[in-house]
T-cell receptor
Framework: ELKVEQNPLFLSMQEGKNYTIYCNYS?????LYWYRQDPGKSLESLFV?????AVKQEGRLMASLDTKARLSTLHITAAVHDLSATYFC????????????FGKGTSLLVTP | NAGVMQNPRHLVRRRGQEARLRCSPM?????VYWYRQLPEEGLKFMVY????????ESGMPKERFSAEFPKEGPSILRIQQVVRGDSAAYFC??????????FGQGTRLTVV
């Protein structure tokens, strides 16, 4: 069974600070995704990472993938309040028809 | 090109009633996935369907839950004799074969 673990599960950080969310997965996957979810809303796709060493950046968020270590990171630079949300990583695999396996999510609160 | 459409957005059912959740995939998408999100948790895969076929239902509870994706019309997730523990957000995602899936807005089911 493919397992996806995120840490931390809860993160409170001050505006302007940097922090990293980690995502480990247990078996080979085809793609790794990062999503954002605001309370009561659907999932917003942030990044799709395909290959070892992939790095993508959008604004204050940067995601990377190390397929050998089965690890992805989501780095937050100079956090602002608008980044407060829950962030999920997920992986898929062609053997399971590309169904997504999600981590439990990281609930991020950015405070002044 | 409309996105993945789910309805209703909110559904309230009394214990023992049936719940029907609908999902219209994006135009050109023939793959549909259903996920369930319990309060304060990540999304869990339930079922993967293609037109007129259930491909993988390994995440579906064995009783009371069923899904279909007919040749014409939306995909339907049916929950019979709902119980309080069925209260959750149910998300549908659709894709073209092997490509990234896109999520609908979800149906929030409350069982009273």
């Amino acid at each position: 069974e493919l397992k996806v673990e995120q840490n931390p599960l809860f993160l409170s950080m001050q505006e302007g600070k940097n922090y990293t969310i980690y995502c480990n997965y247990s078996t080979t996957s085809d793609r790794l995704y990062w999503y954002r979810q605001d309370p009561g809303k659907s999932l917003e796709s942030l990044f799709v990472l395909l290959s070892n060493g992939a790095v993508k950046q959008e604004g204050r968020l940067m995601a990377s993938l190390d397929t050998k270590a089965r690890l992805s990171t989501l780095h937050i630079t100079a956090a602002v309040h608008d980044l407060s949300a829950t962030y999920f990583c997920a992986v898929d695999n062609r053997n399971s028809g590309y169904a997504l396996n999600f981590g439990k999510g990281t609930s991020l609160l950015v405070t002044p | 090109n409309a996105g993945v459409m789910q309805n209703p957005r909110h559904l309230v059912r009394r214990r023992g009633q049936e719940a029907r959740l609908r999902c219209s995939p994006m135009k050109g998408h023939s793959h549909v996935y259903w996920y369930r999100q319990l309060p304060e948790e990540g999304l869990k895969f339930m079922v993967y369907l293609q037109k007129e076929n259930i491909i993988d239902e390994s995440g579906m509870p064995k009783e009371r839950f069923s899904a279909e994706f007919p040749k014409e019309g939306p995909s339907i997730l049916r929950i019979q004799q709902v119980v309080r523990g069925d209260s959750a957000a149910y998300f549908c995602a659709s894709s073209q074969s092997g490509n990234e899936a896109f999520f609908g807005q979800g149906t929030r089911l409350t069982v009273v």
